[in-house]
């Protein structure tokens, strides 16, 4: 009887070390090396399931945006509707900055080496846009789809903005005021 194969188990225990190390370490930080000593394998291992570092970073950067449901965005699938992705932008799970919560900014680094990681972030932001969008549609239907596109981006940016922020200056009421100037934008629709 055939031996069934681990590739897909070890791939998944491989991106896993990476999001940790580089919550730990950043991207830069995130060598083979230290990915390998995280995964518990050598980096022949390492390389031989998952490729180079580039195709490690990429692979990391899909998962860390899978929307899990095949796509790619900040938000998860679960967050249906405008006020969820509100309280979720502004919950602690997505702004409280720890080593867990690190992978997000932390991955959104890697534009900077593999070349195709760009595109997955650009059309997780898109994605995520779309959806917010869509949200603000439902929520608020008489509001010009112009209008409704420019808030979606800037309830995302203001999001994000605060997210990596937090990284490096604490100021704990910097969620509030973030989130209340999002509600401000919504309420100019």
């Given amino acids: 009887m055939a031996r069934p194969s681990v590739a897909a188990e ?17 991207v ?7 990915i390998a000593d995280a995964a518990g394998m050598s980096r022949g291992h390492v390389r031989h399931f998952v490729g180079n570092r580039d195709r490690l970073m990429l692979d990391t950067a899909t998962v860390v945006f899978s929307d899990g ?6 938000l998860p699938n679960s967050v249906t509707t405008l006020a969820e992705a509100i309280d979720y932008l502004f ?7 720890d080593s867990e919560n690190a992978r997000v900014p932390a991955v959104a680094e890697t534009p900077r080496s593999p070349p195709a990681t760009p595109e997955e972030l ?13 949200m ?12 409704r596109a420019v ?8 999001a994000l903005g605060n997210v990596f ?11 509030a005021r973030t989130r209340a100037a999002v509600e401000a934008l919504l309420g100019a629709l």
């Fill in 10 to 26: 070890r791939r998944e225990q491989i991106i896993e070390a990476t999001i940790r190390t580089i919550a730990e370490h950043g």
């Fill in 28 to 34: 830069s930080g995130a060598s083979l090396d230290r």
């Fill in 69 to 74: 449901n095949g796509g790619l965005s900040v």
């Fill in 91 to 97: 919950s602690p799970e997505f702004t409280t900055s």
């Fill in 122 to 134: 650009t059309t997780a932001y898109a994605r995520t846009t779309e959806r917010i969008d869509e």
């Fill in 136 to 147: 603000i549609a439902v929520a608020h239907p008489g509001a010009p789809e112009g209008a």
């Fill in 151 to 158: 808030v979606a981006e800037g309830m995302l940016t203001a």
């Fill in 165 to 175: 922020l937090s990284d490096f200056h604490d100021d704990p009421e910097r969620t």
